[in-house]
């Protein structure tokens, strides 16, 4: 399979080696060197695109791919107040795109769990829930997308909180998201459930990105032959 790769950072050059290593071939690398160059035509020479470039540049990016009628894997974050207009589009074009704000296995594991545990923890009013994830310095987005899917679906399972705010607050229907940018950290994500008498934690640490990597190829090997819009937790259905 011919991979595209729109963004050709760190994370990129994790999902080539990735890539090369599954038999795929990588004939299409583009980075803030190149974006203006490219066009529907040469997005057409692949059999899937993947992006992984910034919340700035991501839009576009889905409008050209969307337009080539090519496959996309989208694990761009920063961009959440735009999927109805983008789910819009894909089905439009009868596109196919599939996004995840994280495509590790084990975050999506992860996930799973903390739906399960928000779900239990609505009978007892008792604890205290909040977010916290940590960064390396380079990310744009706080909180990270993985952060506000962990909040968006304990507000799913959790009737006594109705929204997450990125700062502590008093507000008691509020879920609380804090983040920190230190160098070097892959990611990490804790989610605390605090009560007078214990504490429980849900914690994810990521080593590097190989596991992000390994997740996006997956989803690209995936998409193919599917139509329309699906989040990865449609791809791991757990």
């Known amino acids: 399979m011919k991979i595209g790769l729109l963004g050709y950072g ?4 994790e999902i080539e080696a990735i890539a090369l290593q599954r038999n795929h071939t990588v004939p299409l690398k583009v980075d803030e060197h190149n974006r ?3 066009t529907e035509k040469d997005v057409q020479t692949c059999d899937v ?3 992984f470039s910034t919340p700035h540049s991501v839009m576009e990016n889905i409008r ?3 337009n080539s ?3 996309l894997v989208v694990g761009t974050t920063g961009w959440h107040d735009k999927i109805t207009e983008v789910t819009a589009n894909c089905n439009a074009k009868n596109g196919s795109l599939v996004y995840g704000s994280n495509f590790s296995v084990g975050v999506n594991i992860f996930f799973a769990l903390n739906k399960y545990l928000a779900a239990l923890m609505d ?3 008792g604890y205290e829930t909040s977010i916290h994830e940590i960064h390396h310095t380079q990310k744009l987005d706080a909180p990270s997308g993985t952060a506000i899917t962990l909040g968006k679906d304990i507000l799913e399972k959790l009737s006594r909180k109705k929204q997450w705010v990125d700062h502590p607050t008093n507000v008691a229907s509020d879920l609380v998201i804090t983040a920190d940018r230190i160098e070097n950290v892959p990611g990490t994500h804790v989610i605390t459930w605090s009560s007078e008498v214990d504490m429980i934690e849900l914690k994810h640490v990521a ?3 190989k596991g992000f990597a390994l997740g996006a190829v997956i989803a690209a090997e995936w998409i193919i032959g599917k139509k329309g819009f699906f989040e990865v937790k449609q791809m791991f259905n757990f």
């Open 10 to 13: 760190k994370m990129g050059k």
């Open 36 to 38: 203006d160059a490219i």
């Open 49 to 51: 695109i993947i992006d």
């Open 64 to 66: 050209l791919v969307l």
């Open 69 to 71: 009628g090519t496959p």
């Open 123 to 125: 009978k007892y009013e």
């Open 207 to 209: 080593h590097n990105r």
